[in-house]
């Protein structure tokens, strides 16, 4: 079966439309509605920005700072000070023994002439151990030195007696010679040993 062509549609004719209308349609056709777009001139036309969090952070403040603020209820002085409080006498009465109701009562002894009779002792048994123990170290050094002193005294003397001593014993020694020269050999040769050693 050969199919039977269809006949060709009537080509639709464009209706006429005002320059207005058109650039309506393109806008709607490219951007579409209410889509966030820029709508107006910027200044900062041309300008690279790469946001992140910074600059978000500055736009941030930057809206903050040009939306318009919202009044307390209650303005604040200058210079955060505050107008004082006058109560009345009743009125004060009443905040006091609200508050010294909330104090808790005392369960026990908490020691505190205790802990302050302590903090007193101690220190003065500090500085008691303070003194005695500079006064220890100035008795130390003293003894130290007084013994040093007696030893180099010692030295010096024996150093003066020294020729007087080294005399006695030589005369000393003399005598016993002598005395061994008479006993072993008789007085007739230590007379003759006295006049060689002198000729020699």
Known sequence: ????????????????????????????????????????VRSDYGKRSRGGVKW???????????????EDAMTLPKNGHFPALRYSPEETKRLLDEAYAGIPKKAGKRGT??????????????????????????RTHERRMKK????????????SEAPAVREREAA??????????????GAEDQKNLDETSQTS
């Open 56 to 70: 978000r952070e500055r736009m941030e403040k930057k809206e903050a700072f040009l939306r318009p603020k919202e």
């Open 172 to 185: 000393y020694q003399a005598h016993v010679l002598e005395r061994w020269t008479e006993i072993m050999f």
């Open 1 to 40: 079966e050969k199919r039977l062509r269809e006949p060709k549609a009537e080509a639709k004719v464009a209706p006429k439309v005002d320059d207005n209308t058109l650039i309506g349609l393109i806008s709607k056709n490219l951007f579409g509605f209410e889509t966030g777009q820029t709508t107006h």
């Open 113 to 138: 002439k205790n802990l302050r009779r302590q903090k007193r002792r101690w220190f003065l048994v500090r500085k008691i151990k303070k003194k005695s123990k500079k006064n220890y170290g100035i």
């Open 148 to 159: 040093r002193s007696k030893v180099v005294k010692d030295v010096l003397q024996v150093k």
